[in-house]
């Protein structure tokens, strides 16, 4: 049994049947990816995982527990967090600034900012924070607004934000949509760094196939809102049925 599991999950919008017996295990400890074409169902899937969208029919737990009517916040306290397709970050403060944001929060949805009980926690908490950012090579840029920061340095401080909060399953939206080929394999680096030192679980939804075939240990293969095919990548990239579904050839 895997730490996410997804069974017989549908989804319809009107008419559209956008998930389709959904079924899917993420292993503890695995990096789990799912792709497919545009409008394969790959978002719907993420948001009935976070609390955005509720399921018509089918399961989806997490350690055992039901997601299914929970808020994303509730989702978040339970140890998922999300990176997004376009960095959610706060432009107008500092890198550190934005870091100290969910320093202070708690899991269990207080927040603790001039809480602390003494000087000493505050220190302890910055302290906290500047070790996450130098995990994720940002510790030089603390000053820096993060406006100005590069798609790549926004992305790093997004997962620094995530990854303060101590979560068991990281998801992770196309996390190097448009970035440079350059930004795009430091941050694959990055990612086997965390995964590795923090023996974190993570679910990939993304289309460059180079990020998927160096991060994934399973694939999932979606196409018009039902799995085609889950495999390990060397055999998903040779399997024919994914290259009829998914448009246009793998490039790794």
């Known amino acids: 049994m895997g730490i996410l599991e997804i069974k017989g999950v549908n989804k319809r919008f009107g008419?559209?049947?956008?998930?389709?017996?959904?079924?899917l295990s993420v292993a503890e400890g695995s990096c789990h990816a799912i792709i497919g074409p545009n409008g394969a169902?790959?978002?719907?899937?993420?948001?009935?995982?976070?609390?955005k969208l509720i399921p018509?029919?089918?399961?989806?737990?997490?350690?055992?527990?039901?997601?299914?009517?929970?808020?994303?916040?509730?989702?978040?306290?339970?140890?998922?967090?999300?990176?997004?397709?376009?960095?959610?970050?706060?432009?107008?403060?500092?890198?550190?600034?934005?870091?100290?944001?969910?320093?202070?929060?708690?899991?269990?949805?207080?927040?603790?900012?001039?809480?602390?009980e003494t000087i000493t926690d505050e220190r302890a908490?910055?302290?906290?924070?500047?070790?996450?950012?130098?995990?994720?090579?940002?510790?030089?840029?603390r000053d820096m607004?993060?406006?100005?920061?590069?798609?790549?340095?926004?992305?790093?401080?997004?997962?620094?934000?995530?990854?303060?909060?101590?979560p068991k399953l990281l998801l992770l939206d196309e996390p190097t949509a448009g970035?440079?080929?350059a930004d795009t394999n430091n941050t694959i680096e990055l990612l086997k760094q965390i995964r590795q030192k923090r023996n974190l679980t993570m679910a990939i939804i993304e289309h460059d196939m180079h990020v998927v075939f160096s991060l994934a240990d399973r694939v999932t293969v979606l196409a018009q809102g039902t799995p085609l095919v889950e495999d390990?990548?060397?055999?998903i990239k040779g399997n024919p049925k994914v290259r009829e579904a998914y448009l246009g050839e793998a490039h790794v």
């Open 15 to 23: 008419g559209l049947q956008a998930l389709g017996d959904v079924n």
């Open 41 to 51: 169902g790959k978002s719907t899937l993420l948001n009935c995982l976070v609390g």
């Open 56 to 116: 018509d029919t089918g399961s989806v737990t997490f350690e055992g527990k039901s997601l299914l009517g929970r808020k994303p916040h509730e989702i978040n306290q339970m140890g998922i967090s999300r990176v997004f397709q376009t960095p959610e970050i706060f432009g107008d403060l500092t890198v550190m600034e934005n870091m100290l944001i969910p320093c202070f929060a708690r899991r269990d949805g207080s927040f603790r900012m001039h809480a602390y």
């Open 125 to 141: 908490i910055i302290e906290e924070a500047e070790e996450m950012l130098d995990e994720v090579h940002m510790l030089d840029k």
């Open 145 to 166: 607004h993060a406006a100005s920061l590069s798609r790549g340095d926004k992305r790093r401080l997004e997962m620094a934000m995530c990854l303060v909060q101590q």
């Open 179 to 181: 970035m440079a080929r």
């Open 232 to 235: 390990t990548p060397e055999k």
